[in-house]
């Protein structure tokens, strides 16, 4: 079975840092990657998906990740945070055999 | 935003009571799931189904079960809720499994007492 590792639980920042999260899946197959954002009171929302081509991925709102598949990692990148980013961040891979598996999520607050 | 409604939104129940919750959507996608959201573990998938009448376990099933009559509704049942299924219930859609994104409803927070 596939397995999502998001390492970093809680981070906090200031605005105008740059950020890093981390992911990392366990199956060593194809995969598809997805990365989900959830404001505090919202749904779900896709940020960004990689399906196949150029490993780095644009996403929605300035946000980018990177699928290095030799590190099993789909690290999701910012240059500089606001404080409307302040939410929960999760990493989802599929593959071929498995349903969607979703890592245990990442809580951003960034301070003013 | 697709077009995902979860009723209810909020519910509080007690402990041995049946409680269902009703997905809609009106995107006519096939694939249709229920997850659960509980601090540090993420999304955990209940069930899903691939169509009319065509449902599957996922990797947290015991204790629900789901039923679909149409395309567009998914119903899932507790039926005796525990305090252990208190939690926050996400319903998502996608047109396949694979090399497709799901779309996600508002969610039904749900206090089993």
């Known amino acids: 079975a596939q397995s999502v590792s998001q390492h970093n639980h809680h981070v906090i920042l200031s605005e105008a840092a740059s950020l890093e999260l981390g992911c990392n899946y366990s199956y060593g197959g194809t995969v598809n990657l997805f990365w989900y954002v959830q404001y505090p009171g919202q749904h779900l929302q896709l940020l960004l998906k990689?399906?196949?081509?150029?490993?780095l991925v644009k996403g929605i709102k300035g946000f980018e990740a990177e699928f290095i598949k030799s590190k099993f990692s789909f690290n999701l990148r910012k240059p500089s945070v606001q404080w409307s980013d302040t939410a929960e961040y999760f990493c989802a891979v599929i593959n071929a055999g498995n349903m969607l598996t979703f890592g245990g999520g990442t809580r951003l607050m960034v301070k003013p | 935003d697709a077009g995902i409604t979860q009723s209810p939104r909020h519910k509080v129940t007690e402990t041995g009571t049946p409680v269902t919750l009703r997905c809609h959507q009106t995107?006519?996608?096939?694939?249709m799931y229920w997850y659960r959201q509980d601090p540090g573990h993420g999304l955990r998938l209940i069930h899903y189904s691939y169509g009319v009448k065509d449902t599957d376990k996922g990797e947290v099933s015991d204790g629900y079960s789901v039923s679909r009559s149409k395309t567009e509704d998914f119903l899932l049942t507790l039926e005796s809720a525990t305090s252990s299924q208190t939690s926050v219930y996400f319903c998502?859609?996608?047109?396949?499994?694979?090399?497709?994104?799901?779309?996600f409803g508002p969610g039904t927070r749900l206090t089993v007492t």
């Open positions: 998502a859609i996608s047109e396949a499994v694979y090399s497709y994104e799901q779309y």
């Open positions: 990689y399906f196949s081509g150029d490993p």
């Open positions: 995107e006519n996608h096939r694939y």
